[in-house]
């Protein structure tokens, strides 16, 4: 399982295994596209390092954190750049995509949609039984998407309801 937390400045990821109802972390990080890029190779930047971790772990699923309504539009706009980019890594790989929003990702990992950072970093690390929570937050938040989808995705998959943002695999294309 492979969680996504997509951004222009920095796009975190979490590769998370689930074994015998046991869970461990195989690797986390951030890709920090070039500053002062022009967008459209920062996005081609993003591609490449997302495209390269689903290629190393070959995953079914991959998680992915979804836009929010912000305020600021232009923001919301960069980032489903970002998004877009983390999108065509997966669907070029023919894996299912699964979408949560940040507040249901919170709300899965730590119990509280509205968490800070470092409560989700915490819950990370106590789900994980790591030493420390996955530095820098962007990581976290990308083994968080991860989580998010093993514990309300599988769960929703094996009684019968797919998260409705929930792409299953194509077959025979």
Same mark, same amino acid.
Not at 49 to 71: H, I, N, Y
């Given at each position: ?16 295994? +689930? ?5 461990? !972390? ?25 495209? +390269?971790? !689903? ?13 929010? +309504? ?48 470092? +409560? ?9 039984? !790591? ?43």
């Amino acid at each position: 399982m492979v969680g996504i937390d997509p951004g222009t400045t920095a796009t975190g990821y979490g590769v998370v295994r +689930q074994e015998s109802g046991s869970l461990s !972390l195989l690797e986390c990080g951030v890709f920090r596209p070039t500053p002062k890029a022009p967008l459209h190779r920062r996005i081609r930047e993003i591609f490449e390092g997302v495209d +390269q971790v !689903l290629g190393r772990f070959t995953p079914d699923v991959v998680s992915v954190e979804a836009v929010f +309504q912000g305020k600021n539009v232009r923001s919301a706009l960069v980032l489903g750049h970002a998004r877009g980019a983390v999108l065509v890594a997966a669907s070029l790989r023919d894996l299912a995509i699964a979408e949560y929003s940040p507040r249901e990702i919170k709300k899965a990992v730590v119990g509280n949609g509205g968490a800070t950072k470092e +409560q989700v970093g915490f819950m990370v690390q106590e789900r994980l039984r !790591l030493k420390e929570p996955p530095r820098p937050s962007d990581a976290a938040d990308g083994v968080a998407a991860a989580l998010c989808h093993l514990t309300v995705g599988v769960a929703g998959a094996m009684a019968g309801a797919l998260p409705h943002r929930f792409a299953r695999r194509r077959s025979g294309s």
